[in-house]
């Protein structure tokens, strides 16, 4: 979806090293989150924030962090990448539900990252 | 546990042929349930969801899901497969009652065979 860009595309890196991965939408969404895909594993949450003053952590947080730096941006840091997050990354938004209703999530086109 | 099966991980069918990818799921209490689809070097794009109502559910390029409550499925169908429709097919479910966990599957690679 044009609407949500990611920062890098691609990205190598060396063991050790910070990275940012960035994330910018336009759809006006409150909600955003990170995710990581791996062959055979589908795609599993890193990060999530329903605004910019909520922030909380997936299923696979060890090792990554995040800032929500405005309504519409929200950036993925590895502090010290190791080979094991070699990965695809996405951002993804959903606006605020209605009462008995859940919205779909809109993705990013991925950021390939390489750690060596 | 919250979580979604996808028992295939490729299915292939013949051009012009019905196609369906399974999906199961297990949740305690009310799912909401979800398809999404992967074309190469691209995001995932929502095709439909089942929220409440109507079990079957059509979306997007022809598309359609059958919430099956008492066998926990959401298969997703199309009645005639197009070569274009190859691609990673994802299921997901939330449960109705949680806000912060949607479960991905891991993914069905869908091959349309000219």
């Known amino acids: 979806d044009a609407d949500v860009t990611q920062t890098p595309r691609n990205r190598i890196t060396k063991t050790g090293k910070r990275i940012m991965l960035e994330c910018s939408q336009t759809k006006g969404h409150d909600r955003m989150y990170w995710y990581r895909q791996d062959p055979g594993l589908g795609l599993r949450l890193i990060y999530y924030?329903?605004?910019?003053?909520?922030?909380n952590k997936g299923e696979i947080s060890d090792g990554y962090s995040v800032s929500r730096q405005a309504q519409a941006k929200f950036s993925l840091s590895l502090e010290s990448a190791i080979p094991n997050q070699t990965a695809l990354y996405f951002c993804a938004t959903s606006d605020f539900p209605r009462s008995g209703s859940y919205n779909e999530q809109f993705f990013g086109p991925g950021t390939r990252l390489t750690v060596l | 546990a919250q979580s979604v099966a996808q028992p295939e991980d490729q299915v292939n069918v013949a051009e012009g042929n019905p196609l369906t990818v399974k999906c199961t799921y297990s949740v305690s209490g009310n799912p909401y349930l979800f398809w999404y689809v992967q074309y190469p070097n691209r995001g995932l794009q929502f095709l439909l969801k089942?929220?409440?109502?109507?079990?079957l559910v059509k979306g997007s390029y022809g598309f359609e899901a059958e919430f099956n409550k008492s066998q926990t499925s959401f298969h997703l169908k199309k009645p005639s497969a197009l070569v274009s429709d190859s691609a990673l097919y994802f299921c997901?479910?939330?449960?109705?009652?949680?806000?912060?966990?949607?479960?991905f599957g891991k993914g069905t690679r869908l091959h349309i065979l000219p």
């Open positions: 924030s329903f605004d910019v003053k909520d922030i």
């Open positions: 089942y929220i409440t109502g109507d079990n």
């Open positions: 997901a479910v939330r449960h109705a009652n949680r806000d912060d966990k949607i479960i």
